[in-house]
């Protein structure tokens, strides 16, 4: 609950996109590009076939708790 995932596309020339299954949804995104989504959503990306590099940041933001 209150947890959101994302992901910055720093250098994603082929723009080979990160699959998210759940929603049969695919995003290939542009480098300096950055989406966010809920964290329990399931997402991958599929091995690198070429020589251009992707460069991304994946990161996770989690609410804390009041005490």
């Known amino acids: ?3 959101v995932s994302g992901i910055i ?6 723009e080979q996109p990160t699959i998210f299954k ?3 949804f695919n995003y ?3 480098s300096g590009e950055m ?5 329990q959503l399931g997402h991958e990306v599929l091995e690198k076939n070429t020589k251009d590099e992707r460069i991304t940041i994946a990161f996770n933001i989690i609410k804390k708790e009041e005490i």
């Open 9 to 14: 596309y720093l250098k994603n020339n082929n």
């Open 35 to 39: 989406i966010i989504f809920p964290s």
């Open 28 to 30: 290939a995104g542009k």
């Open 1 to 3: 609950e209150g947890s």
């Open 22 to 24: 759940d929603i049969n």
